[in-house]
C-alpha cells in the first residue's frame, strides 16, 4: 500500500475511534467518502502515474474505500446498540414473573342504562343522535322559545365560554340542529321525525344527594302529522317497564317548559325508599324522572316545521335518576366519584 494511501487509513482509523453518535458518523463519512471526499481525491493524483501503476493504485484506492464503508457500517450498527442499551438503562424495571392484577374494568352505571335505553328506542324506529356538549344561546334558548331575561334562564344557570358559549343545561340544545337535519325527509317523504339524543349537561348548582353539576340525559322527539299525548305516554311507559322490568308506578303532573305546550313532569314512584320517602327523593316518595310535553309550536318553527301542519312530543330522561333507580345508587355525587368500588358493583349487568 502507497504511504499516502496508508497514511489516509490510518487518519481515518484515529476519527473514527472518537466517534460517538450518527451525526458524527455522517461527517466523517461525507468527509472520506463524498464526492469531494478525501477517498475520493486519492485518484485525482493518478494522473500523473504510468498505466501499469493507475491500475495498481486504483485497486488499492477500491480496496481502502470498501474498507472504510465497511468499518463506517459496522460503526453506526454499534452507535444503534449503544443508544438502545441506554434507553433501557432508563426504564424501570419491569419484574415478568409477578402476577398479573386480573381484576376486570366495569362499564359506569349510567352506560349501562343509556345503551339500555338506546336498545329499547332504536327497537321502536327511533335514530340515536350525538350533540356537542358546547353550545350556541340559541341553540340552548332562543331556539327553545326561551328569551333573553326570561325567568326560566334562572334554573339552567350553566358555564359560560368567553366568546358567549355555554356548556349545554339541558339535552334539548340539540332539539333545533335534529328538527332541521330531518325536516326535509318529514316534509318530502313523509318520513316521522324519531330521533334520541343522550348527552352529558351542566348546571350551576350546589351539588347534595340529588343534584350534580354534570350529569346525564336523554332527549327523545317525535314529529308527525297527528302526533297526540297518547303517543308520547305510550312511548314513555314501554321505555320504563323494559328498563326496569317490572310496573313502575308513574304519575304524570303538569309541569313547565316554555319549549312544550302542554308539559308534564312524569314522576315514578322512589324505588330507593318504595314511596316511604327518603334522601334521594327529597322526602317526598316520587322522583321526576321525565319531563315531557307537546312541542311548542314555536319550537317547531324555529326548525323549520310549519306546526299547522305536524306536531310532535319531546321529553328529557333523566338518565343519571334512571340509573340511580335502577341500581340503588343513593348519592347521586358516587357516579362522578371515580370510586372502583361503587361502580364496579354494576360489572355484571350488560
Ligand atoms: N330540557 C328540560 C330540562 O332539562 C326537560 C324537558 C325536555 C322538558 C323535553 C320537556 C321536554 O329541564
Known amino acids: 500500500m502507497s ?42 493524483d493518478m494522473r500523473s502515474l504510468t498505466p501499469e501503476e493507475k491500475k495498481t493504485f486504483g485497486q488499492e484506492v477500491n480496496v481502502l474505500k470498501e474498507e472504510v464503508s465497511e468499518k463506517i457500517a459496522a460503526a453506526r450498527e454499534e452507535i444503534k446498540q449503544a443508544e438502545i442499551e441506554r434507553e433501557l438503562a432508563l426504564m424501570p424495571e419491569f419484574d415478568v414473573s409477578m402476577p398479573a392484577d386480573l381484576r376486570r374494568g366495569s362499564y359506569h352505571p349510567i352506560t349501562l342504562v343509556q345503551r339500555q335505553c338506546e336498545e329499547i328506542f332504536k327497537s321502536m324506529g327511533f335514530a340515536v343522535e350525538d350533540f356537542r356538549e358546547v353550545v350556541t344561546d340559541y341553540e340552548c334558548f332562543e331556539a327553545l322559545n326561551i328569551p333573553k331575561d326570561h325567568p326560566a334562564r334562572d334554573m339552567q344557570d350553566t358555564y359560560y365560554l368567553d366568546n358567549g358559549q355555554l356548556l349545554k343545561s339541558h339535552t334539548s340544545a340539540a332539539q333545533n340542529a335534529i328538527y332541521k337535519k330531518y325536516k326535509d325527509a318529514l316534509v318530502n317523504e313523509g318520513k316521522p321525525i324519531k330521533a334520541i339524543f343522550p348527552g352529558r349537561c351542566f348546571r350551576n348548582e350546589a351539588t347534595d344527594a340529588c343534584h350534580e353539576n354534570t350529569f346525564f340525559q336523554m332527549e327523545g322527539v317525535m314529529v308527525d302529522k297527528n302526533i297526540s299525548i297518547s303517543n308520547l305516554i305510550f312511548f314513555m311507559k314501554t321505555m320504563l317497564s323494559e328498563v326496569f322490568r317490572k310496573d313502575i308506578k308513574v304519575r304524570l303532573r303538569p309541569g313547565f317548559f316554555p319549549f312544550v305546550e302542554p308539559g308534564f313532569e312524569l314522576d315514578i314512584s322512589c324505588l330507593i325508599c318504595g314511596g316511604e320517602g327518603c334522601a334521594s327523593c327529597k322526602h317526598s316518595g316520587w322522583l321526576e324522572l321525565c319531563p315531557c310535553g307537546m312541542i311548542h309550536p314555536e319550537v317547531l318553527r324555529a326548525g323549520g316545521i310549519d306546526p299547522e301542519e305536524y306536531t310532535g312530543f319531546a321529553f328529557g330522561l333523566g338518565l343519571t335518576r334512571l340509573a340511580m333507580m335502577k341500581y340503588g345508587v343513593k348519592d347521586i355525587r358516587d357516579l362522578n366519584s371515580g370510586s372502583l368500588k361503587v361502580l364496579s358493583q354494576f360489572t355484571d349487568d350488560k
Open 3 to 44: 504511504e499516502k494511501t496508508n497514511a489516509l487509513k490510518q487518519e481515518f482509523l484515529l476519527s473514527l475511534a472518537d466517534v460517538k453518535t450518527q451525526e458524527e458518523l455522517e461527517e466523517i463519512r461525507v468527509k472520506y467518502l463524498g464526492k469531494k471526499g478525501l477517498v475520493t481525491e486519492l485518484l485525482k
